[in-house]
């Protein structure tokens, strides 16, 4: 007789559970490259879409929260996702992450995204704050082994010193590293004595690469920083969210060190500027308070000459008139000087210029 | 506060505002000198401490690859 195996049966919610059990050992997380199609949002909250290549479609569910940029029908994305099966035997994805895939992708997310943003007005310039002139503690937000991070450190050590410098450090691209960069931003606004500026950097790369300074909570988390924050992501030419929502942008992260804190070679060269005009100043000064000096004394030396001029011009008239006034001057002319009482018999004294006579007054004529 | 205990950048405010003096109303000959050794002074101070002086930087210990 032929012992035939017992037939395993399953209930139809065991055979689900082992099917996604079995799906979960073989394919704990898969990453799938597709297009999306059919994309809605239930209820504010969840959000459902295809994604689909030339020749299948998958369903795929997410939480609105775990949405991290704009996608929408058409748009290219690689998901992350665990495959499961519903408990009404449908299969589909629960999505962790999605990113669109390829530049044409990202472009229009970043399109979509930044009017948005534009629209709330968390660009607006009136929302700028100006950064400290000469910050004395600095919090970066930047992976360390980064060659973008290294290069700002040596600017910033090249130019200015007495700077604390409190450094996160975080993963500057990939899936994980917006929330990390949104767990450093906290952390800093969360201290008691928040640092003066909040410097977020990270060297070139491809659009791809730089797609987490694109991410909307990120950006959102810029905006919403107590701390005045400058941000360097790539090169000149790069331009990411993180980069206009910041209230100083950086072309690079060389240029936050720039932008941060001044040359320490151009203060010495201000400092010896402004104190080496002093002497020649104050020399000056005693110069033109010598001249001015000078130019008094000179100035009540004339004054007296005049005065004196004056009084001697004076002196000569009244001598003049003194002069014009002496009866000698009349008797010089000839003319006789008489004293005595004119009348006829009466004797009068004359005197002219050498003589003095005395004579009798004869007669007497009424002119 | 005494000298050493100030930061540059408040040693540099006080430099120009010793600057300041010489072409303020203030400003008196009798003075002038002595501001002059003060600034000279100052602004050596300065130089001295720009060119020694280093950052502090320090990668601070909190992860921040997960929620803590």
Known sequence: MVETQPRLIFGVSDFIAIVNQTLDYAYPVVEIEGEVSSFKVNQGKYVFFDIKDSQSSIGCFMSVWQLRLPIEDGMKVIVSATPKLTQWGKFSLTIKTIRPSGEGALKKSFDILKAKLDQEGLFAIDRKRQLPSSPQHVAVISSTEAAGYADFVKILNDRWGGVRVDVAHVQVQGASAPDQIIRAINYFNQQQVIPDVLVIIRGGGSADDLSAFNDEPLVRAIAASRIPTLVGVGHETDESLADMVADVRAATPSNAAQILVSDKNDAIKSIRTKTGSLLPRILQIIDRQQQIVTDLVYGAVKQMDRAVDDQVKNLLSIRSILTQLDPNMVLRRGYALIRGDTKPGEVIEVETLKIILKAEVKNVTIK | ?68
């Open chain 2, 1 to 68: 506060m005494s000298q050493s205990s100030k930061t540059i950048q408040e040693k540099i405010t006080e430099l120009n505002q010793l600057v300041a003096w010489f072409d303020g109303d203030d400003f008196v000959i009798e003075q002038a000198l002595d501001r002059y050794k003060q600034a000279e002074a100052l602004a050596a101070d300065i130089e001295k401490e720009l060119l020694s002086l280093k950052n502090d930087i320090q990668v601070v210990k909190q992860k921040f690859d997960r929620d803590n």
